[in-house]
């Protein structure tokens, strides 16, 4: 049976905020972004000061990327400027924002190519996001 999600492309390295963002942005680059939407995961819901973030950039016709966990607070301070970075690349290329929130063992395997049933429960589990909650002032100051 085909999947309508299959194995997505792994991009960067877990703990490399700047790696991964780089590999992100490469990945993207040449590409028209025509609805696509990117997803961030996250291990923490309503403790942002110390979360982890991936994310899952879904591009019509074009496989699943997913970054490696890189991004956020919980990386210090190259992981809060990464994640503003990649909301920010968003932003600008006219991306919705979603996110979805996963328990420490979920969040964890994400290193290790989630399945196509992960895959589409990560999807299917994402919220809108509202970009501010990432970008404003107050945030960056305050390490998210």
Do not use: C
């Amino acid at each position: 049976m085909n999947s309508p999600h299959p194995m997505p492309d792994m991009l960067g390295f877990s703990g490399a905020p700047e790696a991964t963002l780089r590999a992100v942005l490469t990945r993207f680059q040449e590409s028209d972004l025509t609805g696509a939407r990117l997803i961030l995961l996250t291990d923490r819901q309503g403790e942002r000061r110390v979360a982890r973030y991936a994310a899952l950039v879904e591009l019509p016709g074009e496989p699943l990327a997913l970054s490696a966990p890189a991004f956020g607070p919980h990386y210090g301070s190259a992981g809060t400027a990464a994640l503003l970075e990649l909301v920010n690349w968003a932003q600008a290329a006219g991306l919705p924002l979603r996110e979805t929130v996963l328990g420490g063992p979920e969040f964890g395997r994400l290193s290790h190519e989630p399945s196509a049933a992960e895959i589409r429960h990560l999807i299917a589990a994402s919220s809108p996001a509202d970009a501010g909650i990432y970008i404003t002032t107050k945030n960056v100051q305050a390490g998210l």
